[in-house]
């Protein structure tokens, strides 16, 4: 049985109370999922799945946990994603830590990750993976986690970011067989069966353009430069140096930009299969190259 919560530490409100007051405030803000987000919030304060708050909706709040709640709710009417408030964004079933310096995993990349995991399980004898901009290491891990005989490179130019990923690696105990680096693109890895690249890839129309909410995540890992290809285009034309024979890559990109980067794509591996892959939401969303 949980201890009882004496009466003089409790500021009044239930569960129910807060939730309701919650969605409330964050319909006011124009938040697309109120009711998810301030659900996700309050389990994230009383440290408790989101399941619990729905069979305890009469457990009354400690005025700490009200007082952080109402912190939390106030960052979050100003569009600061609820990952960066939790510290925590799940991908791939497996929580990854994220803050500031790092985007946040968003389920469309999955794609990368699937189209991995069956390159690896169609070829037994590749083993040896790169994370192309790897940033908080969600790729990397979720390969790792899953292929045990993968060795990934999780390669990134900014050391803040690779900070995170070094962390998640080991909160993960993937450890002995993610080696995160530092890199410009493949400048420092070695030769490699699969590239999984997730690279910067908006253009300078798109980013002026960014909803409230992405404005808040680090523009160095959006910022695809003028048509949003610059990476892609240079990451492409490297490629064919540090892909072994029968290897391959998956590139990430916008759906508007899928013909591009498989046009780009042929230009570096003339003689590959080259396919387009889609998201949940049935978009072009990477661009697979099988050699």
Not at 58 to 86: E, G, I, K, N, W
Not at 127 to 145: H, N, Q
Not at 172 to 192: M, Y
Not at 220 to 248: C, E, F, V, W
Request: charged letters at 30%; proline letters at 6%.
């Amino acid at each position: 049985m949980e201890p009882t919560v004496r009466s003089n530490d409790q500021d009044g409100s239930r569960v129910r109370d807060q939730l309701r007051a919650a969605r409330r405030r964050l319909t006011q803000a124009s938040i697309g999922r109120p009711a998810l987000d301030a659900e996700v919030l309050l389990g994230h304060v009383m440290k408790r799945p989101r399941e619990w708050l729905w069979a305890h909706d009469d457990r009354r709040l400690t005025a700490s946990q009200a007082r952080r709640f109402r912190l939390l709710l106030a960052q979050r009417s100003h569009r600061v994603p609820v990952a960066y408030l939790t510290g925590v964004k799940e991908f791939f079933g497996e929580p990854i830590r994220v803050n500031h310096r790092v985007l946040v995993p968003r389920p469309d990349t999955e794609v990368l990750v699937e189209a991995g995991l069956r390159f690896l399980h169609d070829h037994p004898g590749a083993r040896d993976v790169i994370d192309l901009g790897t940033g908080s290491g969600a790729i990397a891990i979720a390969v790792a986690r899953n292929c045990p005989r993968a060795r990934v490179q999780a390669l990134d130019t900014d050391e803040r970011a690779l900070r995170v990923a070094r962390a998640n690696v080991r909160a993960r105990q993937v450890s002995g067989r993610v080696e995160v680096r530092r890199s410009d693109l493949f400048g420092r890895a070695r030769p490699t069966d699969l590239v999984l690249a997730n690279l910067p890839y908006l253009s300078a129309a798109a980013l002026r353009r960014l909803p409230l909410d992405v404005r808040h995540e680090p523009k160095r890992a959006l910022n695809g430069g003028a048509d949003g290809l610059r990476l892609i285009r240079r990451a492409l034309a490297d490629a064919p140096r540090m892909l072994r024979p029968s290897g391959a890559m998956v590139i990430e990109c916008d759906p508007r930009q899928a013909r591009s980067v498989a046009s780009l794509a042929r230009s570096s591996f003339p003689g590959a299969t080259i396919g387009v892959l889609a998201d949940l939401s049935r978009r072009s969303r990477a661009v697979e190259v099988r050699l």
